[in-house]
């Protein structure tokens, strides 16, 4: 059984940064394109980024281009997001997700999740 286990949450005022990781525990496993997701009570998830593992191409929600990066290290088998000139919207719980090219985000392995707190 495949785990995605998140870090790095925390309590952060605007303005400052957070690193979130991510990485898959149990079996060996290589997605195709693994992401980052959030929410927040009373709203939909929301995507955040997305990136493919094996070119590393990336998107981003609008809501969060320039200021927050998703990358991995290959070698850790580990996705981060890096968030900066955080906003106290950014609130949310923050999932990582995995999939395969041909599957769904809802078919395919998530974590447990991890706060964010962005006080103003």
């Known amino acids: 059984q495949v785990q995605l286990v998140e870090s790095g949450g925390g309590s952060v005022q605007a303005g400052g940064s957070l690193r979130l990781s991510c990485a898959p525990s149990?079996?060996?496993?290589?997605?195709?394109?693994m992401g980052w997701f959030r929410r927040t009570p009373g709203k939909e998830r929301e995507f955040v980024a997305a990136?493919?593992?094996?070119?590393?191409?990336?998107t981003y929600a609008d809501s969060v281009k320039g200021r927050f990066t998703i990358s991995r290290d290959i070698a850790k088998n580990t996705v981060y997001l890096q968030m900066n000139s955080l906003k106290p919207e950014d609130t949310a719980v923050y999932y990582c997700?995995?999939?395969?090219?041909?599957?769904?985000?809802?078919?395919?392995?998530w974590g447990q999740g991890t706060q964010v707190t962005v006080s103003s």
């Open positions: 997700a995995a999939k395969q090219d041909d599957k769904s985000w809802n078919s395919g392995y």
């Open positions: 149990g079996r060996t496993f290589q997605s195709d394109t």
């Open positions: 990136l493919t593992w094996r070119f590393g191409q990336t």
